[in-house]
T-cell receptor, first 113, second 113 residues
């Protein structure tokens, strides 16, 4: 079965640079979620979108923004990167017409030098 | 205090052993409950949802006690492939966000041959 696709899988950036992470949800899923998992930490919710509108907001820094496009893919834009932004960034998707269970993508590992 | 707390672990058990994980959550308005497993540097994968009546999936049994705000996972006849971090996950109205997942810190299970 098709899963959540994330790109890139690995990204290395310098401090103060920008990064864009992409997420392609499971087909027919209408909701996308972004989570950040720091080293040795549990995943922390950042933001979610339902039908291209922001639905929930968590601990997302003001330097980050995200959106969901007409084809339901989502992008997380990160600016003025800091060392502490180094983490695994997971995207998850779900369908509110179904069980609303969240299925996670393989993640993007961001390293800020 | 974390919103979802788990046994600290790690749990080192021999193959064939039965192991139990416990979890408590702080928000009585929580609506949905899950166990996810996460292998090192990989994405969280849904193991099973947890229902008030308790539910079983093969060697895995999950229990929920809403009155005590307590969730458990029992693994029977442990296999080497069960070695992973087990994440207790809750969904509900946390800080105004209704669909975000709140993760426990996870319990590391190492099944020894």
């Amino acid at each position: 079965a098709a899963g959540v696709i994330q790109s890139p899988r690995h990204l290395i950036k310098e401090k103060r640079e920008t990064a864009t992470l992409k997420c392609y949800p499971i087909p027919r899923h209408d909701t996308v979620y972004w989570y950040q998992q720091g080293p040795g930490q549990d995943p922390q919710f950042l933001i979610s979108f339902y039908e291209k509108m922001q639905s929930d907001k968590g601990s997302i820094p003001d330097r980050f923004s995200a959106q969901q496009f007409s084809d339901y893919h989502s992008e997380l834009n990160m600016s003025s990167l800091e060392l502490g932004d180094s983490a695994l960034y997971f995207c998850a998707s779900s369908s509110r017409q179904g069980t609303d269970t969240q299925y996670f993508g393989p993640g993007t590992r961001l390293t800020v030098l | 205090r974390k919103e979802v707390e788990q046994d600290p672990g790690p749990f080192n058990v021999p193959e064939g052993a039965t192991v139990a994980f416990n979890c408590t959550y702080s928000n009585s308005a929580s609506q949905s409950f899950f166990w996810y497993r996460q292998d090192c540097r990989k994405e969280p994968k849904l193991l099973m949802s947890v229902y008030s009546s308790g539910n079983e999936d093969g060697r895995f049994t999950a229990q929920l006690n809403r009155a005590s705000q307590y969730i458990s996972l029992l693994i029977r006849d442990s296999k080497l492939s069960d070695s992973a971090t087990y994440l207790c996950v809750v969904k509900g109205n946390y800080g105004g966000a209704t669909n975000k997942l709140i993760f426990g810190t996870g319990t590391l299970l190492a099944v020894q041959p």
